[in-house]
């Protein structure tokens, strides 16, 4: 007999990373990680780290932190947020600021994350269909909705919108939140973070995840209004206060601070991603436009579902979304050069 208290568990579909593997040799181009280390000052500063601090709570309030990316953007504190990784400020977001008897609405190829957070928090959403070649077009979002997510640049399609697209999406959405995810702007995509002392229903998300190298630090933040980031610290203040440890708030400043590393790294990544993208088209291979550290590649003849379970036998990690509209493409990261040479071998072999 099934036992009644197994009614009371929440039934739930999670959100399913890139893979990670312990192996050493694998050339790991799945997860949208940045191939260089963080800046040399994080490293410093971690190792400078007073470990007789951690007996103490760290300041709820990241200061430290918040003005070094405050000053980097030109913001003032009281128009940052912070949480761990931009996935706990978006799933703060969700709950603090999606509040509607209207659905959320975002592109139906996006992150894959918006739809479990929606279905977590009982969140109705609709999506919009993007265009045959990828394109999000404003003029979708003008129905009355309960709030707009959208990544720009976008994912897993690599592809970004100029300013002025979310100039005409806030023209539309004057009666709900807008939040633009710009976890992969960094590399060649245009930030809206100006726009939010213009509009204060818009909401900016950023992460150090990809471009600062400190996936495994966890740390996410957004720029917007007072009125936002005061409701986003009133949502995190109910559950947990202290999403940033003591030691993310000293190596976060630290990557702040080097903004000189942090461009070459950005640099080395878009060169290497545009060295890549023109030898894929050369063997044949379609490759989207990308303003990402990673490239979303498709091949009319061939299985792109087989040449990435190919190059899982040759040890090249890639991602496949097993989607509709996306199913033979594959979502390749960029990593060292020494890497995409890998890869682009064994690509070589598998057309062979
Ligand atoms: C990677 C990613 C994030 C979140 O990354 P964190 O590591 O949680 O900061 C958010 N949005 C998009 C579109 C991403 O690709």
């Not at 190919?310 to 090249?316: A, F, H, P, R």
Request: aromatic content about 12%; glycine content about 4%.
């Amino acid at each position: 007999m099934e036992n009644l208290w197994t009614k009371n568990l929440r039934d739930i579909e999670p959100y399913v990373p890139g893979e990670q593997s312990k192996e050493e040799d694998i050339v790991k181009l799945n997860a949208n990680e940045n191939p260089y280390p963080p800046s040399p000052k994080v490293v410093n500063a971690i190792k400078n780290f007073d470990c007789s601090l951690l007996r103490l709570y760290p300041d709820a309030n990241a200061l430290p932190l918040k003005e070094a990316i405050a000053d980097y953007y030109n913001v003032s504190v009281s128009n940052v947020f912070l949480g761990n990784g931009s996935d706990d400020v978006i799933a703060i977001a969700f709950q603090a600021l999606f509040n509607s008897s209207y659905p959320v609405v975002f592109p139906d190829l996006t992150y894959s994350f918006y739809p479990v957070w929606c279905s977590l928090f009982n969140i109705d959403y609709k999506t919009y269909a993007v265009d045959a070649d990828f394109r999000i077009h404003a003029e979708d979002y003008k129905e009355r909705n309960g709030g707009v997510i959208i990544p720009n640049p976008n994912a897993p399609t690599s592809l970004g919108e100029p300013r002025e697209f979310v100039e005409e999406l806030m023209s539309y959405n004057q009666d709900s939140v807008v939040i633009i995810d710009e976890a992969y702007v960094d590399f060649g995509g245009e930030s809206c973070i100006e726009l939010t002392k213009k509009y204060e229903n818009l909401l900016v998300t950023g992460t150090f995840s990809k471009s600062r190298s400190l996936a495994g630090m966890r740390i996410g933040f957004a720029v917007g209004s007072e009125k936002l980031i005061s409701v986003l610290e009133a949502v995190k203040n109910s559950y947990n206060s202290y999403t940033i440890d003591a030691v993310s708030i000293e190596a976060g400043r630290a990557s702040i601070l080097d903004d000189k590393y942090f461009r070459s790294t950005c640099n080395k990544i878009i060169q290497t991603r545009q060295r890549v993208t023109q030898e894929m088209r050369a063997m044949g291979f379609t490759v989207l436009d990308s303003q990402t550290n990673f490239i979303f590649v498709t091949k009319s003849d061939i299985s792109m579902y087989e040449m990435f379970e190919y190059l899982k036998t040759k040890k090249v990690f890639i991602r496949y979304f097993s989607l509709p509209r996306i199913h033979n493409y594959v979502r390749i990261s960029i990593g060292t050069d020494e890497e995409m040479d890998i890869l682009l071998k064994e690509v070589k072999g598998f057309l062979k």
